[in-house]
């Protein structure tokens, strides 16, 4: 088993920053990927970005150059940095975490509103 603990959604105005921050305990095996899907309402969840155990990076297109992911292996937990942030990154946001080994596993997730 994983459990994810997610922290850092809030309000902001558009062209804002917002951190995201999760931290991954349990069953933690050194090959993982670990990332931030969203949600907005009526609409399916979709992947914002992933990271993988050597630093692999994977974002959606329309976050390229605004978000970054980034990780910290020895305290197992990963970051999503977002800048210049628009009413359209509006969503609850995800984090998420697998392996071969333990599976796959969802955080609880956390809302992230955008202003106009």
């Known amino acids: 088993q994983v459990h994810l603990v997610e922290s850092g959604g809030g309000l902001v105005q558009a062209g804002g920053s917002l951190r995201l921050s999760c931290a991954a305990s349990?069953?933690?095996?050194?090959?993982?990927?670990m990332g931030w899907y969203r949600q907005a309402p009526g609409k399916q969840r979709e992947l914002v970005a992933t990271i993988n155990s050597i630093g692999n990076t994977n974002y959606a297109d329309s976050v390229k150059g605004r978000f970054t992911i980034s990780r910290d292996n020895a305290k197992n937990t990963v970051h999503l940095q977002m800048n210049s942030l628009k009413p359209e990154d509006t969503a609850v946001y995800y984090c998420n975490f697998y392996s071969a080994r333990s599976g796959n596993y969802w955080g609880q997730g956390t809302q992230v509103t955008v202003s106009s």
């Open positions: 349990g069953s933690i095996f050194s090959t993982n990927a």
